[in-house]
């Protein structure tokens, strides 16, 4: 009996272990149709090349996509991990698309972020 119990019990705290949700951030290209289609960009939204590295004072924007499963991302908290010193570079969730955020670097350094 102690031993059927002890199997369940791995075998339960083990699927928790692998159905765990693993996020990946990607920088995402904002095309001129997108802008026109799409309510949830606003005024001061622009055009965007999706590339990792992106032009000082342009903006860039992310997402968050499961890569370990098919479960969608309901939500998202960002967070600016590291930034340049002197740098007012925040990041900002786009409301109505809540897996995304954008942000614009003022200061031509490294910024990390984070997702919860």
Do not use: H
Request: proline share 3%; charged share 15%; net charge positive.
């Amino acid at each position: 009996m102690k031993k059927i119990l002890l199997i369940l019990l791995v075998l339960f705290f083990g699927a928790g272990v692998i159905n765990a949700q693993r996020a990946k951030i990607e920088t995402k290209a904002v095309t001129p149709y997108m802008l026109k289609t799409n309510t949830a960009f606003t005024q001061d939204s622009t055009v965007a090349s999706g590339l990792r590295n992106v032009a000082n004072k342009t903006w860039c924007y992310v997402n968050v996509k499961n890569i370990s499963g098919t479960a969608a991302i309901t939500g998202a908290t960002w967070t600016l991990l590291s930034k340049p010193a002197g740098s007012n570079t925040a990041i900002t969730p786009i409301s109505s698309i809540q897996w995304w955020a954008k942000l614009r670097p003022d200061i031509k350094e490294l910024i990390r972020l984070k997702f919860q």
